[in-house]
């Protein structure tokens, strides 16, 4: 029998200043989430990539809440930064053999 429980989960690992967070892989409603708020337009855009990274740095290992304030002192390169290399580790850990 196969036991889903015993799956290695594997995590991204970030540093945002003086915290470092083991980010969980998405669930399909969170990972369809992100992909909604990060398609938004107009003047949303903005407010749905700094809510699609809230959503991500917030589903980690520790349980850590990341404050507002760590959120909303990123530029716009670094949440782009963190959202490619986030989803680019998506990709390679889904193609992974292990």
């Known amino acids: ?15 945002i200043g003086d915290v470092v967070l083991e980010v969980e892989p998405p669930t399909k409603k969170v ?11 107009g003047p949303e ?11 991500i740095l917030n589903k980690n290992k520790s349980g850590y809440t990341v404050p507002d ?3 909303d002192d990123l530029d716009m390169d670094q949440v ?4 490619t290399e ?10 992974s053999p292990n």
């Not at 990972?31 to 337009?41: D, G």
């Not at 855009?45 to 959503?55: I, T, Y």
């Not at 782009?80 to 959202?83: A, C, D, E, P, T």
């Not at 680019?88 to 850990?93: V, Y």
Request: hydrophobic share 50%.
């Open 1 to 15: 029998m196969f036991n889903i429980n015993s799956a290695v989960k594997r995590y991204f690992t970030i540093k």
């Open 31 to 41: 990972l369809n989430k992100v992909i909604e708020l990060t398609q938004s337009k």
């Open 45 to 55: 855009v903005v407010d749905g990539l700094f809510k699609a990274l809230e959503m």
């Open 69 to 71: 304030s760590v959120i």
């Open 86 to 95: 986030y989803f680019k580790w998506i990709s390679e850990t889904k193609n």
């Open 80 to 83: 782009s930064l963190i959202l």
